[in-house]
């Protein structure tokens, strides 16, 4: 999916509960553990181990997916635990596959399962789209499985548009 960044009406950011990640060995950690709890049970879930989550996470900050774009990343937290993340790559393959666009990607957007339905992926989302465009992107993308509707309506509701 793209958002085209220039012309979408984003809702008003609250960055009250906003930072940037935590980059380092105790925040890689947080962040797998919060892999797998986010994913376990739903559509994305192919059975990972937290050593997945933790080469996964490794992967991410180290570039394989393109340049971790820390400005744009953001976590939340609700009493001091991680419950959400936003994180973004530069985009290394470009859409489907094809040439590098370098664009902003939406590598991973998740939520603690004891937070889910409280709106924090789309405060994420939102703060992370509003440091892109005034940093003057024009476009994001993301990948998101078609067996997941509560993650497209979100990203629809925001203004994402499948790629043609």
Do not use: C, W
């Not at 530069?90 to 603690?112: E, I, N, Q, V, Y």
Request: glycine letters at 8%; aromatic letters at 4%.
């Amino acid at each position: 999916m793209t958002l085209d960044l220039a012309s979408v009406s984003l809702p008003a950011m609250d960055t009250a509960a906003i930072s940037p990640p935590d980059l380092s060995p105790v925040g890689r950690e947080a962040l797998a553990h919060l892999m797998i709890d986010a994913y376990r049970g739903t559509p994305d879930d192919a059975g990972e181990t937290l050593a997945d989550a933790r080469v996964e996470i490794e992967r991410l900050i180290t570039g394989v997916f393109g340049p971790f774009d820390h400005g744009a990343s953001n976590v939340i937290r609700k009493n001091g635990q991680l419950a959400a993340a936003t994180l973004f790559t530069r985009d290394k393959l470009g859409p489907r596959g094809g040439s590098p666009t370098h664009d902003p990607f939406l590598a991973f957007s998740m939520t603690a399962a004891s937070h889910k339905r409280q709106g924090l992926a789309r405060l994420g989302l939102v703060a992370a789209l509003h440091t892109l465009r005034q940093r003057g992107d024009s476009r994001a993308h993301l990948v998101v499985s078609q067996n997941n509707p509560a993650a497209i309506n979100l990203y629809v509701s925001l203004g994402f548009q499948p790629m043609a």
